[in-house]
């Protein structure tokens, strides 16, 4: 089995930087897409961003131009690199990742559990 474990969350001002981190550990797998979604307060999750095992990727409108998503396959981590917030990024962000186990040739999707950052002055 495969745990997501997120980091880089916290309190930060409107208009910095922060760069959140999602790991995967475990043993006999390899990492199709990986993606990065978020909850705010009192609303549903929704899509932030998405990177295949090829480096395409796809982002929410409301974050285009300001986050960038990137990966490490060596070191199965997926990043997400956040600029210029804003108070309506304030949300949990949560890691997903599509696994496939090699030895069974079987896929599973994971989730992490979740890290808080919040845009406040």
């Known amino acids: 089995q495969v745990q997501l474990v997120e980091s880089g969350g916290g309190l930060v001002q409107p208009g910095e930087s922060l760069r959140l981190s999602c790991a995967a550990s475990?043993?006999?797998?390899?990492?199709?897409?990986m993606g990065w979604y978020r909850q705010p307060p009192g609303k549903q999750r929704e899509l932030v961003a998405t990177i295949t095992r090829g480096g395409s990727t796809n982002y929410a409108d409301s974050v285009k131009g300001r986050f960038t998503i990137s990966r490490d396959n060596g070191k199965k981590t997926v990043y997400l690199q956040m600029s210029s917030l804003k108070p309506e990024d304030t949300a949990v962000y949560y890691c997903?990742?599509?696994?496939?186990?090699?030895?069974?040739?079987?896929?599973?999707?994971?989730w992490g559990q979740g890290t808080q950052v919040t845009v406040s002055s």
């Open positions: 475990g043993m006999f797998f390899s990492i199709n897409t």
């Open positions: 997903n990742a599509d696994v496939l186990y090699v030895p069974s040739s079987t896929t599973k999707n994971y």
